[in-house]
């Protein structure tokens, strides 16, 4: 077996080359120093369940010429700083440590925490390529006093390729605008396992002079193209001395294709997915209330104290998600996979397998507020009535000659109501919500979500707990008329429901979190394998304790560690890691120069034995399995080296060093851990990239 890992081309080495000669340039120029650094773990997905709001970010951007940058969520009036650490590789890439991807970034990603869906009413059901994908309710509202522009770019081993850019300006100082875009390319290490995704996001933020009304503009749009090569077919293969590249190893699907090309502007998938979704939203608001002003010696600053807030939301989404099988030439390579799998027999070379569900979504909401405290915007009720307009359109083609088509319109009525107080003393958080579906395709879905966080003391932390309960009808995947159920029988589904009991307990002095999340469910719907689709009846719950931690071992070494524990009981589909760990051990610090931020170190990840979903490219879905129960050789082990000079932060990464092996093919990197049944993780890889902010 040959060595794996990266061949990277003499354009790339120049660019390492100019990227080194910058920072060398700029490390003796003041730059900032990252705070809070345990403020990763909040956004991990354990324990907690059901939360609204993500974590805090740490530490404001600052120029000698001085510049005020915050941000907010839509939903939220808190604003909040940009960080500026640069141990976590994940605020800046989706790879969050808690996820596997099928062995490509970009690949059909699920998080190792058990994740239901925790909100009701309709939903596609087709969540494989989540992670990739920009969402109106992530958007960063800005609010800077000087333009703002963040570029990002980085190579890695496999032609992988990663494009980001960030810009916001206040073209008045009550009108806030921003573009963000990201690319991720790449073509795997494994016959056609390539990816193409790209991120398009506009908003807009406009307050009027008088503060009473306001203006939320966001427009996404996503493109997901991958290819799906449906895993090995013969994971022993990796071993065989007959294959001295990993790249020609045989797959179900696709096998035998030409390499994918490195272009970042190509996106040719013969065999696999391609989705796209495209989502406008406009909110207005107009207050009614109390003026005020603050009054200097040399202006007069106009405040205002919202009393009822009137709004209006309006958002159009439409959604295409389409499966191709287009591999004419040597169909036959693809057949048994279609016979033995999806129960489908091909005997002409010119056919060609598709699926493909088109859907739009048109949503009018109108809600009313109240503040009962007109000095504290943080606490209001809010109760409003949506009305969701939903068109779908399904292919139920089999061979590329026939091709039959047919439609759904239906709506939903719905109703909804919220509770939030954030004290002015800071020290109670109290967040309830509530939403009921009248009349429509989800009649009778809910949602119903409680939490209370408390500050007991400084010197003891805060603790949160709270509770969730929601009814929903299984997602439109688990409906006779979408084009991806595949399952011959014709099945009735009952609503599924899901209570959430969690809680938390915070001390940011010691940078410790415990958390723990336990799940009631009934009626839980599933993919038993390729095709098909099944409901468990009987009640069963998911037991979920996290524990984060960092740890300074000797002033600028640190170990951050995060140990996942979960338990099933009662008869389940479900199948989890009884462990996971993340650890995170290195050297945080400016080796003696004020204006260097630097963490190198070491990551290990631990997953221990279980019987890890399979997964099933013709209708997209990680479906639950019995018979394969997959460990790792190894636990993950990757190196890094990252930093932040001024406003520039390089990172350095060697990923999969577990991989090394010496037997029984000798030297080589071919030790693969499998993170499903036929689907391992590459080789070694290597990446090296760099992020770098502007202020204009």
Excluded at 424 to 434: C, L, S
């Amino acid at each position: 077996m040959s060595k794996l890992g990266a061949n990277f081309s003499p354009v790339k080495s120049r660019i390492i080359t100019i990227i080194g000669s910058l920072a060398c340039l700029l490390l003796f120029s003041q730059g900032l120093h990252a705070q809070d650094p345990f403020s990763r773990f909040r956004n991990f997905g354990g324990g907690g369940g059901g939360g609204r709001a993500g974590g805090a970010d740490t530490l404001a951007h600052r120029k000698a010429d001085t510049i005020t940058l915050n941000y907010r969520f839509l939903d939220s009036s808190r604003y909040l700083k940009l960080d500026s650490s640069v141990f976590d590789f994940s605020r800046k890439v989706p790879q969050p440590p808690m996820w596997i991807n099928l062995g490509n970034h970009g690949a059909p990603a699920r998080n190792l925490l058990f994740s239901p869906r925790m909100f009701s009413g309709w939903d596609p059901g087709l969540h494989a390529y989540d992670l990739y994908l920009f969402k109106v309710e992530e958007t960063k509202l800005y609010n800077t006093t000087r333009p703002f522009t963040e570029l990002g770019y980085y190579l890695g081993s496999k032609s992988e390729q990663f494009v980001s850019v960030v810009h916001t300006q206040n073209v008045r100082p009550n009108w806030n605008i921003g573009f963000e875009f990201r690319l991720i390319n790449s073509i795997g290490a494994f016959g056609n396992s390539n990816t193409n995704h790209s991120n398009i996001r506009l908003h807009s933020w406009y307050q009027s002079k008088n503060k009473r009304y306001q203006n939320f503009f966001v427009l996404v749009s996503n493109k997901i193209a991958a290819g799906d090569n449906g895993g090995l077919l013969n994971p022993s293969d990796i071993d065989s001395i007959n294959y001295t590249n990993q790249a020609t190893l045989p797959t179900h699907l696709g096998s035998g294709l030409n390499r994918a090309s490195s272009n970042i502007f190509s996106s040719t998938i013969t065999t696999g997915t391609h989705f796209s979704n495209a989502s406008f939203m406009m909110r207005q608001t107009y207050d009614l209330g109390q003026k005020d002003s603050i009054v200097t010696d040399s202006t007069v600053i106009p405040l205002f104290y919202p009393r009822v807030r009137l709004e209006h939301n309006i958002q159009y989404t439409s959604f295409n998600y389409k499966f191709t099988d287009y591999y004419t030439g040597g169909y036959s390579l693809d057949s048994p996979y279609y016979a033995d799998k999806l129960h489908m027999s091909y005997v002409l070379p010119t056919d060609s397998f598709l699926r493909r569900d088109k859907w739009t979504d048109l949503t009018n909401d109108f809600s009313i507020y109240t503040f009962p405290d007109s000095k504290n915007p943080q606490q209001f009720l809010k109760i409003g009535a949506s009305l969701q307009l939903l068109k779908g359109t399904f292919d139920t083609a089999l061979t590329s000659n026939i091709l039959t088509a047919h439609r759904l319109n239906n709506q939903n009525v719905f109703v909804h109501g919220e509770y939030r107080n954030k004290t002015r003393n800071q020290k109670w958080d109290v967040e309830a919500f509530g939403k009921l579906y009248l009349n429509g395709l989800n009649t009778g879905d809910y949602n119903a979500y409680i939490s209370l966080k408390r500050l007991l003391g400084r010197r003891i932390g805060y603790l949160q707990v709270g509770f969730q309960n929601v009814n929903r009808t299984p997602s439109f995947v688990f409906d006779g008329a979408s084009s991806f159920y595949l399952d011959t029988s014709r099945r009735s589904f009952s609503k599924e429901n899901t209570t959430n009991l969690f809680a938390s307990f915070e001390q940011p002095r010691i940078h410790l979190k415990l958390s723990g999340s336990y799940y009631l469910i009934s009626n839980y719907a599933f993919f038993q394998n390729y095709v098909k689709q099944r409901q468990e009846t009987s009640l069963f719950n998911v037991l979920q304790i996290t524990a984060e931690k960092e740890f300074i071992l000797h002033r600028h070494l640190k170990w951050r560690a995060i140990a996942i524990a979960q338990q099933v009981a009662g008869s389940s589909p479900v199948h989890v890691p009884l462990l996971t760990v993340y650890n995170q051990f290195g050297y945080e610090g400016s080796l003696g120069f004020k204006n260097l931020l630097l963490d190198v170190g070491t990551e290990i990840r631990y997953i221990s034995w279980y019987k890890a979903d399979g997964y099933s490219p013709a209708n997209g879905q990680f479906y639950s399995q019995d018979s394969t129960t997959l460990h790792q050789h190894l636990p993950d082990i990757g190196a890094y080296m990252h930093f932040r000079i001024r406003s520039f932060t390089a990172y350095i990464r060697v990923e999969n060093l577990n991989s090394m092996a010496f037997k029984p093919l000798g030297f080589g990197w071919y030790n693969n851990n499998f993170v499903a049944p036929n689907y391992p993780y590459p080789g070694l890889l290597i990446r090296y990239g760099f992020f770098w902010s502007f202020v204009n």
